[in-house]
């Protein structure tokens, strides 16, 4: 499986550069501690798990709620298993994002993002979570709090694998992030934010920190100005499963640079499409869409 990443002409800030979309705080605080809002369920039908289809497409029907896999099915050949994304690229070295020799990843581009795109079905690689509700429940709700920290206690002993040594800042929400239900992972250590923010930007002169006042970025950040990285993702509650689980879906919406240890080391589901944006300057193409499960692939292949 090669995984590729793809360059466009554009660039924007991402989150690991820009901020906040709101001047006022949006949690509320008793003795001191923030209180967060319950999740909706997306969806009050039940899930029936099809035994006639492939793992991997019940997977992401469990996910389709929040926006993931919408085109996907199964395939009598799962390499032609695809999003229906934009095509044609040419390949460039390898060069300026630290990638590991032998690495999955290769670099390849074209004149435009949006060119052929199909925004209805792109979606970003996507865990998925099929969780007992008393773990990410509180008073019969599902806690916001605890599902965030859920999914990201779980990517930290993922990414610990492969980076023993970094120094992760803490877990927020962005302003507007509560509403949204965002998770923002930020990192200290210099080596892995080199890594991360050059990925982003393909250019080996970037520096490894921002500097921002955590209150001014982050709902739930502290009035302290600190250097630092940051990667996101998208947290929803598609369903209400049989035998008292809850299924997560966690998007990753930002944090390219760690995929292919996710898809290795983490513990789970993530459904990984062919094609997914990191920006509208850079993103990545793999061979075909699959679903990853605690590191081995889950093919859509026809039964």
């Known amino acids: 499986m090669k995984l590729s990443f793809i360059c466009f002409t554009a660039f924007t800030l991402t989150l690991l550069i820009s901020g906040c979309g709101s001047t006022s705080k949006s949690l509320s605080k008793i003795d001191g501690e923030f209180i967060y809002p319950s999740m909706p369920i997306l969806t ?3 899930f029936i798990w099809d035994d006639g289809d492939s793992e991997a497409l019940n997977i992401v029907k469990i996910a389709r709620p929040a926006g993931i896999g919408n085109s996907l099915r199964d395939y009598e050949d799962p390499t032609h298993a695809s999003i229906g994304q934009i095509g044609g690229f040419s390949r460039l070295v390898d060069a300026g994002l630290g990638l590991a020799s032998g690495s999955l990843f290769s670099i390849v581009q074209s004149e435009s993002l949006t060119t052929g795109a199909n925004t209805a079905v792109e979606f970003k690689p996507a865990i ?14 599902p806690s916001y709090k605890k599902v965030r920290e ?22 927020y929400s962005l302003y507007n992030g509560v509403k949204r239900f965002d998770l ?3 990192i200290d250590s210099e080596k892995e934010c080199l890594a991360v923010r050059r990925t982003i930007t393909g250019d080996e002169d970037s520096p490894a920190f921002v500097t921002r006042n955590f209150a001014k970025i982050f709902v739930d950040g502290e009035d302290v100005e600190r ?4 990667f996101g993702l998208h947290l929803s509650l598609p369903y209400e499963l049989e035998g008292g689980k809850v299924a997560i879906v966690a998007e990753l919406k930002s ?3 760690f995929v292919e240890t996710l898809i290795y080391h983490y513990d789970g589901y993530i459904v990984i499409p062919d094609f997914f944006s990191m920006n509208s300057s850079r993103a990545i193409r793999t061979e075909f869409a699959f679903v990853s499960k605690s590191g081995n692939k889950l093919l859509f292949q026809k039964q």
């Open 255 to 257: 944090g390219a640079y």
């Open 150 to 171: 859920y999914v990201a206690n779980k990517i930290k002993k993922a990414i610990e694998l492969d980076h023993p040594e970094i120094v992760w800042g803490g877990t």
């Open 227 to 230: 250097d630092f990285c940051s």
């Open 184 to 186: 923002a992972l930020v």
């Open 44 to 46: 009050e039908s039940s």
């Open 128 to 141: 998925v979570e099929l969780v007992d509700r008393s773990l990410v429940y509180e008073n019969g709700k």
